[in-house]
Every structure is written in structure tokens, then in C-alpha cells.
């Protein structure tokens, strides 16, 4: 495979090596890793383990498989690591940290309860939710059998995406990414302009609360 000297293609050479190294199992490893660090695209290493299965260094099913394996590891560190946390600990650090408060807290314990399924199914075919999306379900102790089992679901899906056009496409792999790079800026610019959001009501809401904003509603 060549290289244009972009980290991208340095990050694809090295998957690519990682898989013809270990085998299949490597698509595995580094998926996992894509869980915990979002900055890693597996916008790119799920078609290169699509492109090393059409090259016969694995096979189709045995790529989907350690792929989605990657997904739901790495996704059950992150759940620990929202359990871990706890919903008490995480109210204390809501306490002094600006603009946020302990309610907050609880109203996403009490949202994940109502809709948690959806959203840790849904969310793994989404970047960067397929990652942090993990931590609230420990947070709120999603039973691990269901977590387990909408993780696995909603990975293999995404994955078979993936690593199907890596495997049809072959060499021409960079075409995924160059789409899938399209919902990645639309999630985040969604995501951005959602904080921004909560930070200006936030800061309205102080600033009313002290006085210097005046309440529309009050004549």
C-alpha cells in the first residue's frame, strides 16, 4: 500500500501491518482502541480489515467477527469506567465545575433509564457517541446482559458496513472515508453547536438569577 505521508495513511499502514502480523484478531485490537480514543477513525481501519479479507489474509466472517469483538471490549472498559465513576462522585464534580449542576446528573440517569436501549444501539453507528455513549450506561448500571447484547447489535451493523465496502472496494477503500467523513463533521457541528447552546441558557439563567438579566416574562 502507498503512502501520501498523511497520518491517515500512516494509521492505515499500520493496521494493515498490525492484521498481516497477529491476523484477524489485530482488527480486533485496534477497534478496541478506536473505543477508548475517539480521535482514531474507524472509518479507516474497519475497511482496511475488509481490504486484508479480500486479499485472503482472513476471511469475511472472521473480520466482521473480531471487529465487532473490538467494539464491544473496548466498549465494556468504558462502561466500567462510568460505574466506577458513580453517579455520587459524578454529582460532587457537578457541584464546582461552572455552569453545571448535580440535577444534571440525575435527569441523564433518569433519560438513560427511559431510553438507554435506543441510545447505546443507535449510537454506536454514530462517531464519537459510539464511544462516550458507553459511559453513561455505567453510570446508570445498564443490566450488562442488555448492554452486552445492543452493544454487539449495533456494532456489527456499522462494522458489516464497513469492513463490506473495504472487502467490495479493495484498494479504492479511501472512498469510505472520504463520505463517512460527512456525518463525522455533521455530528460534530451538531454537537458543538449544542453546547454552545446550553452554555448561552446556562449563563442567561445565572446571570437572571443575580439580577442582571431581566425575565421576559415578568412586565
Do not use: C
Not at 474497519?46 to 473490538?70: D, H, I, K, Q, Y
Not at 453546547?195 to 442582571?212: K, M, N, P, S, Y
Request: hydrophobic share 55%; charged share 15%.
Amino acid at each position: 500500500m502507498t503512502s501520501d505521508g498523511s497520518w491517515l495513511s500512516s494509521l492505515a499502514d499500520a493496521v494493515v501491518h498490525l492484521m498481516d502480523t497477529v491476523g484477524a484478531w489485530g482488527a480486533g485490537v485496534a477497534i478496541a482502541l478506536e473505543n477508548l480514543f475517539p480521535p482514531l477513525p474507524s472509518e479507516v481501519i474497519l475497511p482496511m480489515a475488509g481490504l486484508a479479507a479480500s486479499r485472503g489474509s482472513f476471511t469475511l466472517v472472521e473480520a466482521l467477527f473480531w471487529t465487532t469483538a473490538g467494539s464491544v471490549v473496548g466498549a465494556f472498559l468504558l462502561y466500567g469506567l462510568g460505574a466506577l465513576l458513580g453517579r455520587r462522585r459524578l454529582r460532587r464534580i457537578f457541584e464546582i465545575v461552572p455552569l453545571l449542576k448535580p440535577a444534571d446528573v440525575d435527569r441523564t440517569v433518569a433519560w438513560f433509564d427511559r431510553h438507554g436501549g435506543k441510545a447505546v444501539f443507535f449510537g454506536r453507528m454514530l462517531p464519537i457517541f459510539r464511544s462516550l455513549i458507553s459511559i453513561p450506561a455505567g453510570l446508570a448500571r445498564m443490566p450488562l446482559w442488555r448492554f452486552g447484547l445492543l452493544t454487539a447489535a449495533g456494532s456489527l451493523i456499522w462494522n458489516s458496513l464497513f469492513v463490506g465496502a473495504g472487502f467490495l472496494l479493495g484498494e479504492a477503500w479511501p472512498i469510505v472515508e472520504e463520505y463517512a467523513g460527512v456525518l463525522q463533521y455533521v455530528v460534530i457541528g451538531g454537537t458543538a453547536l449544542a453546547v454552545v447552546v446550553f452554555v448561552f441558557v446556562r449563563i442567561r439563567t445565572a446571570l437572571r438569577d443575580r439580577g442582571g438579566v431581566p425575565d421576559p416574562a415578568v412586565d
